[in-house]
């Protein structure tokens, strides 16, 4: 749509910033004196730009009425507005008109009164002013004085005048007789107030006047009393005795009503009409919008009607003028048509200077920040406001602005958030108790075709939480000069300690980590994490920080190194560092929630507060201490593990809403995710990993050790995927198992077998069946060891039986099973891997009623001696300090598969050139860390350089 100032144009004074206040401040006096701007002085000019309201027609109408003789029309006439209300711009169209109408003879103004009053002309007659705010009330005439010498018959009256006494209606009789006579007088509740003196004899002239103008025939009382004045308790007095003297005679004409203001506005503030079809289409597309959104406006906003009003208020939205009229003008400083003229001008004038893109004028588009539209305001809420405004709304460090720029671009192109504060404080004041403005109104207020609807709600919340000076209650938005639960929550922040959020930070973590894995939290060297064969979880602290292009030193060094010798097993351990963005958030929402909680435990701050602001306390409470956990999830989404080419970062991403899970079961889902974590491991592909093409065969310690230590390998989540993986190889017939003497191949290898010298065989020839017995087979001790499970005792005929249904398919027949079976049951007892036995006197009972009548135990499993062999290896060679972690891999490790106990004694020398060892690396790093690996100390010598 069009913006407004494309379709209709301000004045010039406006449009050039050079805004005279005086076009707004009606004053008869001026007129009287021909001085003032030319739109009050020139009668044709003030009523070309005055709109004919229906109460002003029906004044003018009556009162040529009543001067013309035709027996209709009111003697007296109050007009009783507020301040500004139109009362002076009254009586100066009724002096026009009875002073210059020849020269408005033929207007569209008078035609119009004249067509009601019933005339064809405008009836000639005297016209008698007095002006309150004028007149001197110490040495200048009384009324009665100065009606009189506007009659030229001053001396009739010279002494009751200058005796500062009422004349009486005998003498006002004779000198208003004779001829229409039209008497305006205006402000004369504050000249009143200041003729104290002689106040009494003042309003007995009111009196007497009224009761004489009311039996003139051809004579016509217009009066002006403001609804209240501004003179403290002796003004309400005076207005209070007018209203009773005036009230007992007069007609009351009230200028403007309704939505005629929207007319008068627009005539007084532009020069033209504007486009009808640019108004009413407008008006149809915010109609349209009104209706799209439903409950989320007023109700009046989606009836018809509306739809014409904001037609007639063009430029300006309805909720505009109605804050204005039914806000605002409650104030008693406030002068009703004249303030809202005055504060409109100084708005259009800084929209028009900003070429304002929008299509209509509305609350949320007031510029708060500059001085002029301010200060209309501040006259009469007061200039505590200022900061209010400078903290809040608008200015360079106001928080609503802060809201804009940091919620993206729709926001600061709408400046959505600095529209609804600014709409908010526009709303929140008035002079009675009608204050506060509610959700439905406020969308009213800041949107229009092209904003989206849904970012109200979220700039709200954020206003909430942000703003110092906003206030909830009851559902209605409204600014104070208190500071609410936001301000007394920055202060509590400022006084959290940086050590309680970082106690609190890392008290959650503990409760977070779990047990899926040993998690260190906060390592701060390389030697708090230990080098061992068990998975690890590293989760670093503040210092280490992540941040985005580049990854932590630290991380590296902390693969790599356990204190001062090489971590072996850098493919069981990962690492989890906190984002450095995401940290400053954690600790942000940290200590709110440190804050929210003291607030809750303050007892005598909370007497203080309203019950609304309980639940809102406690709300926040509960969202803080809910969004900690899904912070700490997200802060700590940075994941590192030892790579080929150093360490490979990955990023978790962020955690899903109510998702409650440990640290260590979020890193394990994801790296399974990546395939990087097996819980399972295909043979094939152990194979393929651990055995070179050359290599035919290969310890099983070595493998397990591999998969632990190379980060070339996938992770495995425990040592017991690899071994299950080769059990299943074996089973599957892709490789053979060496161990004790006896290769597996085929059949089921007991896990307990891979753990004491085993050896992964690439080839083994395999046994096929014989031409004369196809189907024939044989069934394994180990296969009972698996039927067995982990139960310490089974009856043979159920483990019978689950063999059997396994594997009959590989038999002849069950005779021949049996066979097998009762076979393989002599050589596990036999091999010490389980047990039989039978009731008492049980030991003579043949093998078949073994089966039906005894039970199958597990026997302890027992680290083995391996078989004979070379007794004794004593091996003493000399190896360069760089190859210890290859003597390790390929001497001390293959001697130790194969069952040997080992004893291992170091012998060392090291000598330094110029300066020599430092005693510090002695005391604090060998020796320490000999300390920590239990190592005995045989001999040790320490020669001066």
């Known amino acids: 749509m069009i913006p407004w100032h494309k379709v209709i144009t301000p004045h010039a004074d406006i449009r050039a910033g050079r805004l005279d206040e005086a076009v707004f401040a009606a004053d008869l006096s001026d007129v009287l004196a021909d001085r003032g701007p030319l739109e009050y002085r020139d009668a044709v000019t003030f009523f070309r730009k005055t709109y004919p309201t229906q109460g002003l027609l029906n004044l003018l109408a009556a009162m040529a009425s009543r001067l013309g003789g035709k027996g209709a029309g009111e003697a007296v006439v109050q007009i009783q507005t507020p301040f500004g209300g139109g009362k002076t711009h009254s009586l100066i169209a009724l002096y026009h008109m009875f002073k210059h109408a020849t020269e408005l003879k033929g207007s569209d103004a008078m035609d119009a009164v004249l067509s009601k009053a019933g005339l064809t002309a405008v009836p000639t007659a005297r016209v008698l002013s007095f002006v309150g705010t004028a007149a001197d009330a110490l040495k200048g005439k009384t009324p009665w004085g100065a009606l009189a010498e506007q009659l030229g018959q001053y001396p009739v009256l010279k002494d009751h005048d200058q005796r500062r006494r009422a004349p009486g209606k005998d003498l006002l009789h004779k000198l208003l007789a004779g001829a229409p006579t039209l008497i305006l007088m205006d402000e004369i509740a504050e000249y009143a107030v200041k003729a104290k003196d002689f106040a009494d004899q003042l309003m007995a002239f009111f009196q007497e006047l009224t009761e004489t103008v009311k039996v003139l025939p051809q004579c016509a009382l ?16 005076v207005l209070t005795q007018l209203q009773r003297i005036f009230g007992r005679v007069e007609a009351i004409y009230t200028p403007v009503e309704g939505e005629e203001v929207y007319e008068i506005v627009r005539r007084r503030l532009f020069e033209d009409e504007p486009d009808p079809q640019a ?56 002068q009703r048509t004249r303030g809202v003229l005055r504060f409109l001008a100084e708005v259009v004038a800084d929209l028009y200077a900003r070429e304002h893109a929008a299509p209509l004028i509305q609350p949320a588009h007031l510029n708060l920040g500059n001085p ?41 192109r709408f400046g959505v958030a600095s529209g609804l504060a600014t709409a908010i404080f526009f709303g929140s004041f008035s002079g009675s108790e009608k204050k506060g403005v509610g959700v439905q109104r406020l969308r009213l207020a800041l949107l229009r075709p092209g904003i989206p609807p849904a970012i109200v709600g979220d700039a709200l919340r954020r206003l909430e939480e942000e703003l110092w000076y906003l206030h909830v209650e009851q559902g209605l938005y409204a600014f104070s000069s208190q500071p609410n639960l936001n301000r007394v929550i920055v202060e509590k922040e400022e006084a959290v300690h940086d050590e309680t959020i970082l106690e609190e930070i890392r008290a959650r973590l503990e409760k977070l980590a779990g047990t899926e894995w040993a998690v260190r939290l906060w390592p701060e060297q390389t030697q708090d994490v230990p080098d061992t064969r068990e998975m690890q979880l590293a989760v670093l602290g503040p210092d280490h920080l992540w941040s985005a292009g580049r990854g932590i030193e630290f991380v590296e060094e902390f693969l790599k190194k356990c204190g001062q010798t090489f971590r072996a097993y850098q493919n069981a351990l990962v690492v989890l560092a906190p984002g450095a963005s995401e940290w400053i958030a954690l600790r942000e929402q940290v200590k709110r929630y440190l804050a929210l909680r003291v607030i809750r435990d303050d007892r005598a701050l909370l007497r203080h507060l309203s019950e609304e602001n309980k639940k809102w306390l406690e709300g926040k409470l509960k969202d803080a201490e809910n969004g900690i956990g899904f912070q700490l999830f997200g802060t700590y989404r940075h994941l590192g593990k030892a790579g080929a080419q150093g360490v490979d970062w990955f990023d978790l991403g962020l955690p899903t809403v109510g998702e409650k899970v440990s640290l260590a079961r979020r890193v394990q889902d994801f790296l399974r995710g990546e395939d990087l974590l097996l819980s399972k491991l295909p043979p094939k592909r152990l194979l393929d990993k651990a055995l070179r093409p050359d290599e035919k065969e290969k310890p099983v310690e070595e493998i397990v050790e591999a998969f632990l230590k190379y980060p070339q390998l996938p992770m495995v989540k425990s040592e017991s995927v690899v071994r299950e993986a080769i059990a299943q190889g074996v089973q599957e017939g892709l490789f053979g198992a060496r161990s004790g003497g006896r290769t597996y191949f085929r059949e089921v290898v007991p896990l307990s077998v891979l753990e004491y010298g085993a050896v992964l065989v690439r080839d083994v020839a395999a046994p096929g069946p014989t031409a004369s017995a196809p189907g024939l087979g044989e069934v394994s001790a180990t296969e009972i060891v698996s039927a067995l499970g982990t139960s310490a005792a089974t009856a043979a005929r159920d483990i019978y039986r689950a063999v059997w249904t396994q594997r009959k398919k590989d038999f002849r027949d069950e005779t021949q099973f049996r066979q097998a079976f009762v076979k393989a049951l002599q050589d596990g007892a036999e091999r010490g891997l389980f047990a039989w036995v039978l009731p008492a006197g049980g030991e003579k009972v043949d093998w078949g009623q073994v089966l039906e009548l005894g039970q199958i135990r597990k026997r302890e499993d027992t680290r083995r001696t391996p078989p004979a062999g070379m007794q004794t290896y004593r091996l003493r060679v000399k190896v360069s300090w760089d190859k210890l972690s290859d003597f390790v891999r390929g001497v001390v490790s293959p001697l130790r598969n194969d069952g040997a106990e080992l004893t291992v004694e170091v012998s060392l020398e090291a000598r330094a050139a110029s300066g020599g060892l430092k005693q510090a690396t002695l005391d604090q790093k060998v020796r320490e860390t000999l300390r920590q690996i239990g190592a005995e100390i045989v001999h040790e010598q320490q020669e001066p350089s």
């Open 222 to 237: 217009v009066v002006t009393l403001p609804s209240s004045v501004p003179y403290g308790d002796e003004g309400e007095r």
């Open 279 to 334: 108004t009413r289409r407008v008006a149809e597309e915010f109609a349209e919008m009104y209706r799209q959104l439903g409950d989320d406006v007023p109700k009046d906003a989606r009836d018809r009607a509306y739809r014409d009003r904001l037609r007639r208020a063009y430029p300006f939205h309805p909720e505009l003028i109605d804050l204005l009229f039914e806000h605002w003008s409650t104030y008693s400083t406030f």
């Open 372 to 412: 002029a539209i301010r200060r209309e305001l501040m006259k009469h809420i007061g200039n505590e406001y200022e900061g209010v405004i400078a903290s809040d709304i608008a200015g360079p460090n106001a928080k609503a602005g802060k809201i804009d720029r940091e919620m993206g671009s729709e926001y600061a």
